[in-house]
């Protein structure tokens, strides 16, 4: 019984990739390049897009949460860049 129990605490392979080799986290302090600290949340995804947010933060050597924080910023830049194509798509009919 004692074997099993220590198999069970063993860390996956995968859970230590994305960990800062001798950098402990600091509550309160953030670990990421837009200053800010991260709070937890929840979403509700089908099994297929959490397979493929996994598969994809693998490949990309990243946590899940960062691909997840890159896509929303991402996605912020993209909504204004195309507010701005039809805010002068709107003025260029207009104007003839």
Do not use: H, W
Request: with cysteine.
């Amino acid at each position: 019984m004692p074997n099993s129990r220590r198999i069970r605490k063993k860390r996956c392979s995968n859970c230590t990739r994305n960990q800062k080799k001798n950098v402990r986290s600091m509550r309160g302090v953030p670990e990421n390049n837009y200053g800010e600290v991260k709070k937890v949340s929840s979403f509700s995804l089908t099994p297929t897009a959490v397979n493929l947010l996994k598969d994809t933060s693998r490949d990309l050597n990243i946590s899940t949460s960062e691909l997840l924080e890159r896509f929303a910023r991402l996605g912020a830049e993209l909504k204004d860049s195309l507010r701005q194509e039809l805010v002068q798509a709107k003025a260029l009919t207009e104007s003839t």
